[in-house]
């Protein structure tokens, strides 16, 4: 193999493989970002349900405040 293919495929070797190194990284920033929203939407769910259950006078009212606590499973 003479020098300049060597350089080339060098080259192209390190240039696919920060490529693909930095798209990892960007997968792994839109996962842990999800999961951030996640959490987030589960304590929103969490402090709806617990003031429901501290307005709540009624069985009526009690229900649909069982309604937040299984959204609020259904999130996990």
Do not use: H, W
């Amino acid at each position: 193999m003479s020098m300049p293919t060597f350089k080339t495929i060098s080259i192209l070797f390190i240039a696919s493989s920060i490529m693909t190194l930095v798209g990892c990284a960007s997968s792994a920033d839109q996962a842990f970002d999800s999961q951030t929203e996640l959490n987030e939407r589960k304590m929103q769910v969490a402090k709806d349900y617990e003031k429901c259950v501290k307005k709540s006078t009624t069985e009526e009212e009690q229900s649909k405040c069982e309604a937040l606590l299984k959204a609020a499973e259904a999130l996990q």
